[in-house]
């Protein structure tokens, strides 16, 4: 199992032709897309790409890894020269994978992060899903489509993309529909696309720091590993288009750079001591496999080892053990955001959310559009018993931070229990519009307008808002 997953992850690096003897196969994402689609088109089909993902993976809603990801992607971005629309998120399965799809939706598997041995080594990866985003390769690739409907586009996508992780039970009429011009029309990628986002990612990698190095050196230990503990090289491996070359190729380029030296983030460590534990259904087994590792000192970064720890205990109940660990994590961190995330959970879980409340009201305070801090805050004002502060609290986040859907539908359930319907329905109206459900975000603001109560001032807020959505919807028709 293990080396299936690392020669998947190969995949990432490598993105084979389309076709149906490949159900792994991941494509290539392309240059110039303005002559082919609009941004408005491209964003529909992104929206429409992602249902299918979220059908198909389990994306994750955790504010503090989900944070860490786009902090990376984000870093990666502003040196790559190239900026533009990014959404990045992590998917909690343990694949070593990760891929690009359109408007610049880029998906980070746990395994992939785990299976990194350095930041460096992730940052390569997510580099190059970035490259094949900013030169279009995608958009170029996919003009033999163009004549398909959107929800058929974004499906063919989503099964080139995704491969066998699609389940073949979502959509089968629709997947029926399209399997004859699928056939007929394949994506076709190009070994110079390849070529294009290595050398276009290791160059970001070097502008913000990394090891150049990284990129080469990672591709070259997953093929070797590969090769070690399976004899049977998969097919998909033998078929796509340069492996020892493009190593050496990478590696070229990499030494146009020279070697830099760059100590990972403690982040980085943190999120794949979590991502460890998350990675044990029973939970028990998690905290006793931290434990072993820390009593025969086998592991990395001790810090992030006892966060490790401190997380799984909190997840068997074990909370005072876990408070345990966290205190001295805490005293030498004091700011470090993971740390008192986990400090409010475990004071929520022992029945103490106003201590959760008094330890996060600083930090919040200095950090006003910090998204994992404002949840944790406006999620212990709830546990507290004051869902009309925690709804006050979250919407002077959203007046900074827009657009991020689990702080909405935590809006909407503050909303609801503070005895606030229209906002109740405004806030659902927004969670799924930011989960990219325009039509069901529209019908939940026409409920608002609905309601015999409802204030003059946010009646008039809550049609401009419909008014904007239904204008949309009636563009993207326009559009298909």
Known sequence: MRARSLAI????????????????????????????????????????????????????????????????????????????????????????????????????????????????????????ELAHVSQDHLMRSFEAQRQMALPATALLLAAAVLGATVDANIGAAGLMGIQGAAAQQQINFTRANEEEADRIGIDTLARAGHNPYAMPGFFQRLAKSTRVSDSKTPEFLRTHPVTTSRIADAMNRARQHGLRQRPDSLRFHLARANLRQRSESNPQRAVDHFAKTLEQGRYRDETAQRYGYALALTRAGQLEAARRQLSPLLEQHPSQTEFLVLGADIDRRAGNPEQAVRDLKAPVGLAPGHWPLNQAYAESLMAASRPAEALSALQRFVALRPGIAPIYELMADAAGKSGQRALNYRYRAEYLYASDELEPAIRQLELALRLDDIDFHLAAQLQARLSELQAMERARKGRE
């Open 9 to 128: 992850a190969l995949l990432l690096v490598v993105l084979p032709s389309l076709g149906p003897a490949d159900p792994f196969a991941l494509p290539d994402f392309g240059s110039s897309a303005d002559t082919i689609m609009s941004r408005a088109e491209e964003r529909d089909l992104g929206q429409e790409f992602m249902k299918w993902v979220r059908k198909a993976l389990p994306i994750s809603d955790d504010p503090v890894l989900t944070d860490y990801i786009q902090t990376l992607g984000q870093q990666l971005v502003a040196s790559s020269g190239n900026p533009g629309h990014y959404d990045f998120f992590l998917i909690e399965e343990p694949t070593v994978n990760a891929f690009a799809g359109p408007d610049g939706r880029i998906g980070i598997f746990a395994g992939l992060i785990l299976a990194s041995q350095t930041e460096g080594e992730l940052a390569a990866v997510v580099a190059h």
